[in-house]
């Protein structure tokens, strides 16, 4: 990892952000090489996800979107208010918004179906260690002890087998009581939109509630209508009596019109803009809409180098297919996706799946899977690939208010048994990291091999074995010397390079071992040299990357060559 990351600085292919500032933790720039290489790995998946594919296409969605598109798919709600996740179900839910039973009262845990609720069964007596009753898709035995502690009776039982701390709510789906502590999130980079700096407003604000000997009583004075609805967050602040939560409820309302967030994934674009793409391209169900960009979000830890910042790229699909049949097209896109990563990568066994285990996924997906690379700290994620069900369109429907359905003329709805079917489609999403797909192909190029000089003597020689299409160079043109009308000849060729739009580079500086090791180093997959028997016989020699090995062809044939190469 070491020396890669020194590769990246020393030849152009990554560097840290704003270095000369002492640099910006967590942001890198793509340098000359680094840039060609990102465009590569993801020209490759354009490529082979929406150009060889009749069922896919592609879209390009702005970076900022309607604040509301990240409060239908969740990534909003721990601005303002706290979030809390169940540690069974992995819901994540508002706590000021969740159910809250009174002392005395049962806590059965209601499961999506019987199935998942032996799962939940035997997690919960693997980590909280009670054995809760089943019956059906309902686990009963818990009850409400008092505000803050609640317990597992066995049947009969008038006190309890175990108890413990209780938040006084319920998990909102599924009642569970088994639950995270509250934590504001703040995963998404926040800006305003509007050409008028809020902070004025916020300073103005707070300059006036500061001078206040009463600062509840101002804020009603000056936001009556907020005071006045029970749920805003200017009302929730003046209960609780906090001074901090109230100026906080106070900025967020005057910021709130118009703030804005950066996407913190591409996916959401494609749910929202599935009707558009279904009716101004024909396309009908089984099709995936694809994707690929910026994509931010504030990291807890950032780590690895690229593997983890907090500004990177996606590329990303969502296959949307008629519900039942998402089990034949998750295994359709498994396998593509797979053998995607394999076919650029010179050690496939470095790639893997990995299934999430039940209690991993999102409650509302029915299979998830990771492709993973086994990086030098060890199997990572690379790739998501995940079975959604219809739980986004869903979403969006609700907070939207517009019907994201498709309507199929020719089948019956199973449940009525009456044509047409109109339906939410379910949601296959592969979703790889662009900036961490270049990582994995860095590492996995890296060679360094020990060669005989001419002299006898052992020496290094750094390789960056890269697949040729992701090769940031195609094609080195050198002239053996820097005289005799080599260098005439080898820029004859480079320009025909350039002009068939073919990335090569003309290169006359040091000797041309120096140049070799120099492009090896970097990938270049070919090098052409001009030498003296070019000038007598037209003939230039094309040199492998990879065998060093070096055959003489026609100069007038070289672009044809490397191009039929690249073809492979
Ligand atoms: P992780 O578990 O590594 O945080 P995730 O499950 O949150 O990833 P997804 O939301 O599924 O990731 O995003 C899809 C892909 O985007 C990931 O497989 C990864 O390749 C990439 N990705 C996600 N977060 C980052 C990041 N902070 N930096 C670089 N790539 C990322």
């Given amino acids: 990892m070491k020396k890669v990351v020194s590769l990246c600085k020393q030849r152009g292919f990554v560097f840290q952000s704003s270095e000369i500032y002492g640099g910006l933790k967590s942001a890198y720039d793509y340098g000359p090489l680094g840039a060609e290489l990102k465009r590569n790995v993801m020209g490759e998946w354009w490529r082979d996800m929406v150009h060889s594919r009749e069922n896919v296409v592609g879209l390009d969605a702005s970076i900022i979107m309607h604040p509301d598109v990240w409060r239908a798919s969740g990534h909003a709600a721990g601005f303002s208010d706290p979030l809390v996740d169940c540690l069974v179900s992995k819901e994540r839910f508002r706590a000021d918004k969740a159910p809250r039973p009174n002392p005395g009262d049962a806590l059965p845990i209601t499961c999506p179906d019987k199935g998942v609720a032996k799962d939940w069964a035997e997690q919960i007596e693997k980590r909280f260690g009670v054995a809760l009753e089943r019956d059906g898709n309902v686990l009963g035995g818990l009850t409400a002890i008092s505000a803050t502690e609640f317990g597992f009776f066995a049947k009969g039982a008038a006190t309890p087998a175990k108890t413990w701390p209780f938040r006084g709510y319920v998990s909102p789906t599924f009642g569970s009581p088994f639950l995270s502590d509250e934590r504001q999130f703040n995963l998404m980079f926040r800006t305003a939109l509007g050409a008028v700096d809020p902070m004025q407003d916020v300073a103005a604000a707070l300059a006036e509630l500061s001078a206040a000997g009463d600062l509840a009583a101002a804020v009603t004075a000056q936001y009556p209508s907020a005071v006045a609805d029970a749920g805003s967050a200017i009302a929730k602040a003046i209960a609780s009596g906090e001074r901090a939560k109230l100026i906080r409820a106070v900025i967020e309302t005057i910021t709130a019109p118009n703030m804005a967030y950066l996407r913190p994934e591409t996916a959401q674009a494609m749910f929202v803009q599935f009707k558009n793409v279904m009716d101004s391209s024909g396309m009908k169900p089984p099709f995936g809409i694809a994707q690929m960009g910026k994509s931010f979000r504030n990291e807890v830890t950032v780590e690895h180098f690229i593997f983890r910042s907090c500004e990177f790229e996606q590329m990303e699909m969502e296959f949307f297919c008629e519900p039942g049949t998402q089990k034949e097209w998750m295994a359709?896109?498994?396998?593509?996706?797979?053998?995607?990563?394999?076919?650029?990568?010179?050690?496939?066994?470095?790639?893997?799946?990995?299934?999430?285990?039940?209690?991993?996924?999102?409650?509302?997906?029915?299979?998830?899977?990771?492709?993973?690379?086994?990086?030098?700290?060890?199997?990572?994620?690379?790739?998501?690939?995940?079975?959604?069900?219809?739980?986004?369109?869903?979403?969006?429907?609700?907070?939207?208010?517009?019907?994201?359905?498709?309507?199929?003329?020719?089948?019956a709805d199973p449940a009525t048994g009456k044509k047409p079917w109109q339906y939410k489609p379910f949601v296959i999403e592969p979703a790889a990291g662009a900036t961490r797909a270049v990582l994995a192909f860095l590492l996995d190029a890296y060679h360094e091999e020990e060669r005989r000089t001419a002299t006898g003597e052992i020496e290094i020689r750094t390789v960056l074995k890269l697949h040729p299409r992701l090769a940031p160079i195609k094609c080195a043109v050198l002239p053996l010397v820097k005289k005799d009308g080599m260098p005439e000849k080898a820029r004859e060729i480079i320009a025909r390079f350039l002009q068939a739009g073919v990335n090569a580079k003309y290169d006359e500086k040091a000797a041309i071992g120096k140049r070799y090791a120099k492009h090896d180093e970097i990938g270049t997959p070919w090098c052409i040299t001009v030498d003296g028997q070019t000038l007598t016989d037209g003939t230039v020699t094309l040199r492998d990357r990879d065998t060093t090995e070096q055959v003489r062809i026609p100069a007038d044939e070289a672009v044809e060559q490397v191009r039929s190469r690249l073809a492979r």
Avoid: N
Avoid at 374 to 402: C, F, M, N, V
């Fill in 332 to 411: 359709f896109w498994k396998e593509a996706r797979m053998s995607w990563w394999q076919r650029y990568a010179t050690y496939p066994e470095s790639f893997r799946f990995r299934q999430h285990a039940k209690d991993e996924m999102a409650f509302y997906a029915d299979d998830c899977y990771d492709v993973e690379y086994l990086y030098p700290w060890g199997w990572g994620e690379l790739e998501g690939i995940a079975s959604r069900t219809d739980y986004d369109l869903g979403q969006h429907e609700k907070h939207s208010g517009q019907k994201l359905r498709y309507t199929d003329q020719e089948k």
